[in-house]
Protein backbone atom coordinates (compact mmCIF):
# COMPACT_ATOMS: atom_id res chain seq x y z
CA UNK A 1 0.00 0.00 0.00
CA UNK A 2 1.73 3.29 -1.09
CA UNK A 3 0.69 6.65 -2.25
CA UNK A 4 0.70 6.34 -6.17
CA UNK A 5 2.85 9.61 -6.56
CA UNK A 6 5.84 7.32 -4.85
CA UNK A 7 7.75 3.70 -6.29
CA UNK A 8 10.79 1.87 -5.44
CA UNK A 9 12.12 0.31 -2.93
CA UNK A 10 12.35 1.17 0.75
CA UNK A 11 16.04 2.20 2.72
CA UNK A 12 16.93 -0.53 5.38
CA UNK A 13 19.24 0.47 8.20
CA UNK A 14 19.18 1.02 11.84
CA UNK A 15 19.13 3.62 14.65
CA UNK A 16 22.50 4.34 14.60
CA UNK A 17 23.09 4.52 10.72
CA UNK A 18 20.43 7.29 10.61
CA UNK A 19 20.62 8.82 13.75
CA UNK A 20 23.00 10.52 16.41
CA UNK A 21 22.17 8.91 19.75
CA UNK A 22 22.13 10.52 23.34
CA UNK A 23 20.28 10.93 26.99
CA UNK A 24 19.00 13.84 28.58
CA UNK A 25 20.14 15.52 31.43
CA UNK A 26 18.03 15.44 35.32
CA UNK A 27 15.25 17.50 36.08
CA UNK A 28 12.62 16.14 38.70
CA UNK A 29 8.81 16.84 39.53
CA UNK A 30 9.23 18.97 41.76
CA UNK A 31 11.22 21.25 39.51
CA UNK A 32 8.45 22.24 37.80
CA UNK A 33 7.07 25.65 38.04
CA UNK A 34 4.09 27.64 36.72
CA UNK A 35 6.48 29.98 34.74
CA UNK A 36 10.07 29.39 33.12
CA UNK A 37 11.03 26.81 30.40
CA UNK A 38 9.27 24.86 28.33
CA UNK A 39 10.65 20.79 29.47
CA UNK A 40 9.81 17.24 29.17
CA UNK A 41 9.93 14.24 31.99
CA UNK A 42 10.76 11.11 30.92
CA UNK A 43 6.91 10.02 32.69
CA UNK A 44 5.10 12.35 31.07
CA UNK A 45 5.67 10.36 27.66
CA UNK A 46 3.12 7.53 30.07
CA UNK A 47 1.07 10.13 31.12
CA UNK A 48 0.81 13.08 29.13
CA UNK A 49 1.79 13.04 25.58
CA UNK A 50 -0.52 9.87 24.46
CA UNK A 51 0.25 10.45 20.59
CA UNK A 52 3.24 9.94 18.76
CA UNK A 53 3.81 13.70 17.84
CA UNK A 54 4.07 16.57 20.74
CA UNK A 55 3.62 20.14 19.28
CA UNK A 56 2.45 21.92 22.47
CA UNK A 57 5.01 21.20 25.53
CA UNK A 58 2.72 21.34 28.94
CA UNK A 59 5.49 21.64 31.73
CA UNK A 60 7.61 23.96 33.01
CA UNK A 61 10.50 24.78 35.06
CA UNK A 62 12.43 27.77 36.35
CA UNK A 63 15.77 25.76 37.38
CA UNK A 64 18.98 27.15 35.70
CA UNK A 65 19.45 25.60 31.67
CA UNK A 66 23.08 25.71 31.11
CA UNK A 67 23.96 22.57 31.92
CA UNK A 68 20.83 21.16 30.81
CA UNK A 69 19.91 19.54 27.20
CA UNK A 70 17.84 21.09 24.72
CA UNK A 71 15.89 19.57 22.37
CA UNK A 72 15.77 20.45 18.17
CA UNK A 73 12.95 20.41 16.49
CA UNK A 74 12.11 16.82 14.74
CA UNK A 75 13.49 15.06 17.92
CA UNK A 76 12.71 11.73 18.52
CA UNK A 77 12.38 10.48 22.14
CA UNK A 78 12.01 7.33 23.23
CA UNK A 79 12.30 6.97 28.02
CA UNK A 80 15.15 4.83 29.40
CA UNK A 81 13.01 3.65 32.20
CA UNK A 82 9.73 1.98 32.83
CA UNK A 83 7.69 -0.80 34.43
CA UNK A 84 8.02 -3.05 31.25
CA UNK A 85 9.40 -4.34 28.42
CA UNK A 86 6.74 -3.02 26.02
CA UNK A 87 5.98 0.46 27.72
CA UNK A 88 9.45 1.48 27.23
CA UNK A 89 9.10 1.07 23.50
CA UNK A 90 7.29 4.75 23.34
CA UNK A 91 8.56 6.98 21.32
CA UNK A 92 7.63 10.87 20.80
CA UNK A 93 8.30 13.34 18.18
CA UNK A 94 9.16 16.71 19.60
CA UNK A 95 8.53 19.39 16.81
CA UNK A 96 9.97 22.38 18.95
CA UNK A 97 13.59 23.47 19.55
CA UNK A 98 14.69 24.70 22.81
CA UNK A 99 12.79 21.94 24.78
CA UNK A 100 15.01 21.08 28.39
CA UNK A 101 14.84 17.52 28.08
CA UNK A 102 15.01 15.74 31.30
CA UNK A 103 16.98 12.78 32.71
CA UNK A 104 15.78 9.38 31.68
CA UNK A 105 15.18 10.07 28.10
CA UNK A 106 16.54 8.53 24.88
CA UNK A 107 17.34 11.19 22.44
CA UNK A 108 17.04 9.91 18.75
CA UNK A 109 18.65 13.15 16.85
CA UNK A 110 17.73 12.14 12.87
CA UNK A 111 20.71 13.27 10.28
CA UNK A 112 19.67 14.62 7.10
CA UNK A 113 16.00 15.45 6.19
CA UNK A 114 14.55 12.75 8.15
CA UNK A 115 11.38 13.11 9.61
CA UNK A 116 11.44 12.56 13.35
CA UNK A 117 7.54 11.73 12.97
CA UNK A 118 7.80 8.86 10.63
CA UNK A 119 10.20 7.51 12.65
CA UNK A 120 8.18 8.30 15.93
CA UNK A 121 5.18 6.59 14.29
CA UNK A 122 7.43 3.31 12.97
CA UNK A 123 8.74 2.72 16.67
CA UNK A 124 5.45 2.72 18.26
CA UNK A 125 4.77 0.30 15.53
CA UNK A 126 5.89 -2.23 13.67
CA UNK A 127 9.81 -1.80 15.33
CA UNK A 128 7.93 -1.61 19.78
CA UNK A 129 8.63 -5.39 20.10
CA UNK A 130 11.72 -4.84 18.38
CA UNK A 131 12.98 -2.12 21.07
CA UNK A 132 11.42 -4.25 23.84
CA UNK A 133 13.88 -7.28 23.07
CA UNK A 134 16.98 -5.47 23.83
CA UNK A 135 15.39 -3.59 27.04
CA UNK A 136 16.99 -4.69 30.22
CA UNK A 137 15.77 -5.57 34.11
CA UNK A 138 13.10 -7.63 35.63
CA UNK A 139 11.42 -5.36 38.36
CA UNK A 140 12.29 -2.04 36.51
CA UNK A 141 13.17 -2.12 33.28
CA UNK A 142 15.96 0.14 31.68
CA UNK A 143 16.77 1.07 27.65
CA UNK A 144 20.26 3.14 26.53
CA UNK A 145 21.38 4.62 23.24
CA UNK A 146 23.33 1.44 23.84
CA UNK A 147 20.90 -0.94 23.70
CA UNK A 148 18.99 1.36 20.67
CA UNK A 149 21.46 1.77 17.85
CA UNK A 150 20.90 -2.06 16.38
CA UNK A 151 17.54 -1.41 15.96
CA UNK A 152 16.62 -2.08 12.63
CA UNK A 153 14.64 0.50 10.77
CA UNK A 154 13.31 0.98 7.01
CA UNK A 155 12.31 4.45 5.24
CA UNK A 156 11.54 6.08 1.83
CA UNK A 157 12.52 9.03 0.55
CA UNK A 158 12.18 12.16 3.16
CA UNK A 159 9.06 12.89 1.02
CA UNK A 160 7.45 9.97 1.56
CA UNK A 161 7.86 9.84 5.29
CA UNK A 162 6.27 13.36 5.61
CA UNK A 163 3.35 12.22 4.02
CA UNK A 164 2.86 9.35 5.81
CA UNK A 165 3.44 10.95 8.83
CA UNK A 166 1.08 13.77 8.14
CA UNK A 167 -1.92 10.97 7.01
CA UNK A 168 -0.99 9.31 10.45
CA UNK A 169 -1.02 13.07 12.69
CA UNK A 170 -4.64 13.15 10.87
CA UNK A 171 -6.33 9.88 12.30
CA UNK A 172 -4.19 11.43 15.57
CA UNK A 173 -5.97 14.51 14.78
CA UNK A 174 -9.60 12.76 14.52
CA UNK A 175 -8.95 10.51 17.08
CA UNK A 176 -8.33 13.72 19.45
CA UNK A 177 -11.82 15.22 18.23
CA UNK A 178 -13.63 12.00 18.71
CA UNK A 179 -12.47 12.08 22.69
CA UNK A 180 -13.05 15.33 22.98
CA UNK A 181 -16.62 14.72 21.45
CA UNK A 182 -16.98 11.78 23.99
CA UNK A 183 -16.29 13.96 27.05
CA UNK A 184 -18.69 16.88 26.01
CA UNK A 185 -21.49 13.44 25.87
CA UNK A 186 -20.31 12.37 29.09
CA UNK A 187 -20.86 15.83 31.06
CA UNK A 188 -23.74 16.48 29.64
CA UNK A 189 -25.09 13.25 30.36
CA UNK A 190 -23.97 13.86 34.18
CA UNK A 191 -25.12 17.25 33.95
CA UNK A 192 -28.85 16.01 33.08
CA UNK A 193 -28.41 13.40 35.94
CA UNK A 194 -27.55 15.85 38.78
CA UNK A 195 -30.11 18.75 37.20
CA UNK A 196 -32.84 16.74 36.62
CA UNK A 197 -33.00 13.28 37.87
CA UNK A 198 -32.70 14.37 41.83
CA UNK A 199 -36.43 15.31 41.59
CA UNK A 200 -37.35 16.84 45.24
CA UNK A 201 -40.76 17.05 44.33
CA UNK A 202 -41.04 12.95 43.56
CA UNK A 203 -42.77 10.28 45.50
CA UNK A 204 -40.35 8.56 47.32
CA UNK A 205 -40.49 5.08 46.44
CA UNK A 206 -38.53 1.60 47.62
CA UNK A 207 -36.29 -0.09 45.79
CA UNK A 208 -37.80 -3.20 46.96
CA UNK A 209 -40.84 -1.96 45.07
CA UNK A 210 -39.32 -0.87 42.16
CA UNK A 211 -37.35 -3.70 40.98
CA UNK A 212 -38.77 -7.02 40.98
CA UNK A 213 -36.23 -10.04 41.00
CA UNK A 214 -35.88 -12.48 38.34
CA UNK A 215 -34.17 -16.46 38.88
CA UNK A 216 -34.97 -18.13 35.86
CA UNK A 217 -32.01 -20.02 35.16
CA UNK A 218 -30.68 -21.90 32.30
CA UNK A 219 -31.49 -25.70 32.25
CA UNK A 220 -29.49 -27.10 29.20
CA UNK A 221 -25.61 -26.06 28.72
CA UNK A 222 -24.70 -22.65 26.41
CA UNK A 223 -28.47 -22.15 26.02
CA UNK A 224 -27.63 -18.54 25.65
CA UNK A 225 -24.86 -16.12 25.00
CA UNK A 226 -22.12 -15.95 28.39
CA UNK A 227 -23.07 -12.11 29.30
CA UNK A 228 -20.55 -9.76 31.99
CA UNK A 229 -21.70 -6.94 33.61
CA UNK A 230 -19.28 -4.93 34.27
CA UNK A 231 -18.64 -1.34 35.95
CA UNK A 232 -18.46 -0.17 31.93
CA UNK A 233 -21.76 -2.00 30.93
CA UNK A 234 -22.73 -5.55 29.98
CA UNK A 235 -20.76 -7.41 27.37
CA UNK A 236 -20.07 -10.49 25.59
CA UNK A 237 -17.54 -12.10 27.27
CA UNK A 238 -15.79 -13.48 24.02
CA UNK A 239 -16.26 -9.72 22.53
CA UNK A 240 -14.61 -8.54 25.99
CA UNK A 241 -12.22 -11.03 27.34
CA UNK A 242 -11.45 -11.91 23.75
CA UNK A 243 -12.33 -15.59 25.00
CA UNK A 244 -15.04 -17.61 26.84
CA UNK A 245 -13.97 -17.33 30.51
CA UNK A 246 -17.08 -18.62 32.21
CA UNK A 247 -17.65 -22.21 33.54
CA UNK A 248 -17.36 -24.85 30.55
CA UNK A 249 -20.80 -25.90 32.42
CA UNK A 250 -23.19 -23.33 32.72
CA UNK A 251 -26.20 -25.24 33.36
CA UNK A 252 -28.06 -23.07 36.28
CA UNK A 253 -26.90 -19.48 35.30
CA UNK A 254 -29.46 -16.98 35.74
CA UNK A 255 -30.98 -15.65 32.48
CA UNK A 256 -30.96 -11.96 31.27
CA UNK A 257 -33.69 -10.60 28.64
CA UNK A 258 -33.63 -6.95 27.24
CA UNK A 259 -34.85 -4.30 29.72
CA UNK A 260 -33.97 -6.35 32.61
CA UNK A 261 -31.42 -4.74 35.34
CA UNK A 262 -28.55 -6.79 36.66
CA UNK A 263 -26.05 -5.92 39.43
CA UNK A 264 -23.17 -7.79 41.33
CA UNK A 265 -23.65 -7.76 44.65
CA UNK A 266 -20.03 -7.37 45.82
CA UNK A 267 -19.15 -4.25 44.09
CA UNK A 268 -22.35 -2.93 43.28
CA UNK A 269 -20.89 0.17 45.61
CA UNK A 270 -18.49 0.90 42.10
CA UNK A 271 -21.31 1.08 39.85
CA UNK A 272 -21.63 -2.65 38.48
CA UNK A 273 -24.92 -2.19 37.77
CA UNK A 274 -26.98 -1.98 34.49
CA UNK A 275 -29.77 -2.03 32.58
CA UNK A 276 -29.93 -4.59 29.67
CA UNK A 277 -30.84 -2.82 26.49
CA UNK A 278 -28.30 -4.34 23.82
CA UNK A 279 -29.22 -7.89 23.84
CA UNK A 280 -32.53 -9.83 23.39
CA UNK A 281 -31.30 -12.55 25.70
CA UNK A 282 -28.23 -13.94 27.61
CA UNK A 283 -27.27 -15.73 30.77
CA UNK A 284 -25.03 -14.51 33.63
CA UNK A 285 -23.00 -15.89 36.43
CA UNK A 286 -25.81 -17.33 39.46
CA UNK A 287 -24.05 -14.32 41.76
CA UNK A 288 -25.28 -11.67 39.77
CA UNK A 289 -28.87 -10.84 40.79
CA UNK A 290 -31.51 -9.94 38.03
CA UNK A 291 -34.26 -7.53 38.40
CA UNK A 292 -37.07 -6.49 35.90
CA UNK A 293 -38.45 -2.91 36.51
CA UNK A 294 -41.52 -2.35 37.78
CA UNK A 295 -45.21 -1.55 35.31
CA UNK A 296 -45.77 2.18 35.46
CA UNK A 297 -42.16 3.83 35.62
CA UNK A 298 -40.37 4.91 32.50
CA UNK A 299 -37.28 1.85 31.74
CA UNK A 300 -34.68 4.46 30.80
CA UNK A 301 -35.18 6.87 33.65
CA UNK A 302 -34.86 4.36 36.00
CA UNK A 303 -31.92 2.68 34.15
CA UNK A 304 -30.16 6.28 34.39
CA UNK A 305 -31.28 6.85 38.15
CA UNK A 306 -29.73 3.81 39.15
CA UNK A 307 -25.95 4.31 37.96
CA UNK A 308 -26.02 8.85 39.88
CA UNK A 309 -23.58 8.84 42.00
CA UNK A 310 -26.02 9.27 44.72
CA UNK A 311 -27.33 6.22 44.12
CA UNK A 312 -24.05 4.64 44.36
CA UNK A 313 -22.98 6.67 47.49
CA UNK A 314 -26.32 5.07 49.00
CA UNK A 315 -24.98 1.14 47.61
CA UNK A 316 -21.90 1.58 49.36
CA UNK A 317 -23.76 2.68 52.79
CA UNK A 318 -25.83 -0.52 52.47
CA UNK A 319 -22.51 -2.87 51.56
CA UNK A 320 -20.17 -4.30 53.98
CA UNK A 321 -16.23 -4.69 53.70
CA UNK A 322 -15.59 -8.19 52.10
CA UNK A 323 -12.57 -9.91 51.59
CA UNK A 324 -10.84 -6.87 49.85
CA UNK A 325 -11.30 -3.41 49.56
CA UNK A 326 -13.12 -3.70 46.32
CA UNK A 327 -15.10 -5.73 46.96
CA UNK A 328 -17.89 -4.96 49.79
CA UNK A 329 -21.58 -7.40 50.22
CA UNK A 330 -24.26 -6.02 49.53
CA UNK A 331 -26.90 -6.27 52.49
CA UNK A 332 -30.02 -6.99 50.39
CA UNK A 333 -32.68 -6.01 52.67
CA UNK A 334 -31.21 -2.54 53.40
CA UNK A 335 -30.64 -2.08 49.31
CA UNK A 336 -34.29 -3.08 49.38
CA UNK A 337 -35.76 0.06 51.73
CA UNK A 338 -33.20 2.53 49.85
CA UNK A 339 -35.74 5.07 48.21
CA UNK A 340 -35.62 7.02 44.72
CA UNK A 341 -37.88 9.54 44.30
CA UNK A 342 -39.70 9.43 41.31
CA UNK A 343 -41.73 12.27 38.96
CA UNK A 344 -44.99 12.02 37.40
CA UNK A 345 -44.40 9.17 34.36
CA UNK A 346 -44.58 11.78 31.54
CA UNK A 347 -41.51 13.62 33.28
CA UNK A 348 -39.77 10.65 33.49
CA UNK A 349 -40.77 9.83 29.76
CA UNK A 350 -39.03 13.24 28.85
CA UNK A 351 -35.62 12.95 30.77
CA UNK A 352 -35.65 9.47 30.03
CA UNK A 353 -35.94 9.94 26.19
CA UNK A 354 -33.06 12.75 26.57
CA UNK A 355 -30.18 10.56 28.23
CA UNK A 356 -31.15 7.92 25.59
CA UNK A 357 -30.76 9.98 22.75
CA UNK A 358 -27.17 11.16 24.01
CA UNK A 359 -26.15 8.10 24.83
CA UNK A 360 -26.99 6.67 21.63
CA UNK A 361 -24.59 9.68 20.12
CA UNK A 362 -22.26 8.69 22.77
CA UNK A 363 -21.80 4.79 21.73
CA UNK A 364 -21.94 6.50 17.76
CA UNK A 365 -18.78 8.25 18.70
CA UNK A 366 -17.03 5.81 20.89
CA UNK A 367 -17.34 3.40 17.80
CA UNK A 368 -15.91 5.97 15.43
CA UNK A 369 -13.08 6.59 17.63
CA UNK A 370 -12.52 2.62 17.96
CA UNK A 371 -12.57 2.71 13.78
CA UNK A 372 -9.70 5.59 13.53
CA UNK A 373 -7.86 3.49 16.43
CA UNK A 374 -7.67 0.08 14.58
CA UNK A 375 -6.85 2.46 11.28
CA UNK A 376 -3.76 3.59 12.94
CA UNK A 377 -2.84 0.28 14.51
CA UNK A 378 -2.97 -1.30 11.14
CA UNK A 379 -0.98 1.75 9.72
CA UNK A 380 1.28 1.17 12.01
CA UNK A 381 2.17 -2.51 12.15
CA UNK A 382 2.63 -2.36 8.27
CA UNK A 383 3.68 1.45 7.27
CA UNK A 384 2.33 0.91 3.95
CA UNK A 385 4.40 -1.32 3.20
CA UNK A 386 2.45 -4.72 0.74
CA UNK A 387 1.55 -7.50 2.38
CA UNK A 388 0.29 -10.72 1.94
CA UNK A 389 -2.62 -12.49 3.01
CA UNK A 390 -1.37 -14.56 6.19
CA UNK A 391 -0.21 -11.18 7.30
CA UNK A 392 -3.95 -9.61 7.17
CA UNK A 393 -4.97 -12.81 8.51
CA UNK A 394 -2.29 -12.55 11.58
CA UNK A 395 -3.54 -8.69 12.23
CA UNK A 396 -7.59 -9.15 11.79
CA UNK A 397 -7.43 -12.39 14.07
CA UNK A 398 -6.07 -10.15 16.69
CA UNK A 399 -8.88 -7.63 16.73
CA UNK A 400 -11.51 -9.27 15.50
CA UNK A 401 -14.24 -11.57 17.39
CA UNK A 402 -13.33 -15.36 17.07
CA UNK A 403 -16.96 -15.14 16.58
CA UNK A 404 -17.29 -13.51 12.81
CA UNK A 405 -15.27 -16.41 11.77
CA UNK A 406 -16.66 -19.09 13.86
CA UNK A 407 -19.83 -18.08 12.20
CA UNK A 408 -18.88 -17.61 8.87
CA UNK A 409 -20.63 -14.24 8.99
CA UNK A 410 -19.11 -12.88 5.83
CA UNK A 411 -21.39 -9.14 6.40
CA UNK A 412 -19.52 -8.76 9.95
CA UNK A 413 -16.37 -9.83 8.04
CA UNK A 414 -16.37 -6.97 5.51
CA UNK A 415 -16.87 -4.70 8.66
CA UNK A 416 -13.93 -5.12 10.39
CA UNK A 417 -11.84 -4.98 7.15
CA UNK A 418 -12.67 -2.00 6.86
CA UNK A 419 -12.22 -0.73 9.88
CA UNK A 420 -8.23 -2.27 9.31
CA UNK A 421 -8.36 -0.13 6.10
CA UNK A 422 -8.38 -4.05 4.44
CA UNK A 423 -8.25 -3.40 1.15
CA UNK A 424 -11.91 -5.29 -0.33
CA UNK A 425 -9.86 -6.93 -3.04
CA UNK A 426 -8.41 -9.05 0.09
CA UNK A 427 -11.03 -9.72 1.90
CA UNK A 428 -12.67 -13.07 0.08
CA UNK A 429 -8.78 -14.38 0.02
CA UNK A 430 -8.25 -13.60 4.08
CA UNK A 431 -11.57 -14.83 4.85
CA UNK A 432 -11.20 -18.12 2.66
CA UNK A 433 -7.49 -18.71 3.97
CA UNK A 434 -8.76 -17.93 7.64
CA UNK A 435 -11.46 -21.14 7.00
CA UNK A 436 -8.58 -23.17 5.68
CA UNK A 437 -6.23 -22.84 8.81
Not at 192 to 214: M, Q, W
Request: net charge neutral; aromatic share 8%.
Amino acid sequence: MRFPEFSGEWENGTLQSVATLSKGTGISKDQLSEEGHPCILYGELYTKYRSEIIDTIISKTDIDPKKLVRSQANDVIIPCSGESAVDIATSRCVKQSNVLLGGDLNIIRLKGEHDGSFFAYQLNGKRKYDIAKVAQGVSVVHLYGEHLKGVKVNYPSAAEQKKISSLLALIDQRIKTQKKIIEKYESLIRGISNKLLYADNGIPVRLGDLLIERSERTKVNNQHEVLSSTVKGIFSQREYFSKDIASENNVGYKVIHRHDVVLSPQNLWMGNINYNDKYDIGIVSPSYKIFSIAEGYDKRFVAALLKTHRALYNYMQVSEQGASIVRRNLNMEAFEQLTLKMPPLETQREIGNAISALKSRLEISMEMKMVYESQKQWLLMEIFIEITAPAYIAFVSLIAPKAIFQHESYHQFELICLQCVIAPHMMDTIFDAFHSL
